[in-house]
């Protein structure tokens, strides 16, 4: 009975139906390069523009709101890897870039709270959140470690 109660599972790890390896999925991830970096930066301004008034727009259409929150989500997410490969002074244009547009998505999720889905509303602001999370980070990084910039520059 005694035995019962500590009675350990002899399992393996690798066994367990649960068990999802994180190393693969981290090790495929490619680094975006500086070409495709300075397109998305190009590019962020009109997508904001766009998300911008998906959500100004009544009726709220969930179909375009979601368009543009996953191309302002696909230019961030390629300027928050990639800033890192650029000098210091377009990295911190990039983090400017993302700290700003951050809070303006976090303040646009707000602003049209009532009148845009849930969903969307949720998406925009935890988009604004992670942007701005992202450059406020790598702005202290390359602030008090300026060596670990790159040379590429925005054009």
């Known amino acids: 009975m005694i035995g019962e109660l500590f009675h350990f599972n002899k399992q393996r790890t690798s066994e367990r139906r649960f068990f999802r390896p994180v190393l693969e999925s981290l090790e495929s991830r490619e680094v975006p390069s500086s070409a495709q970096v300075s397109a998305a930066f190009d590019q962020l301004p009109a997508d904001m523009n766009n998300l911008q008034a998906s959500l100004a727009a009544r009726p709220a259409n969930a179909a375009t709101i979601n368009t543009n929150i996953s191309a302002v989500a ?63 980070s790598d702005f202290l990084l390359t602030s008090f470690y300026s060596s670990t910039s790159g040379d590429a520059t925005l054009t």
Not at 86 to 106: E, K, P
Request: overall charge negative; hydrophobic content about 45%; glycine content about 12%.
């Open 74 to 136: 696909n230019d961030l997410f390629t300027l928050n890897l990639g800033a890192a490969g650029f000098t210091v002074g377009d990295r911190l244009r990039i983090d400017s870039a993302l700290i700003s547009d951050g809070i303006t998505l976090i303040y646009d999720g707000y602003y049209n709270f009532a009148y845009i889905p849930t969903s969307q509303f949720e998406s925009v602001v935890q988009l604004g959140a992670t942007a701005l999370r992202a450059g406020i």
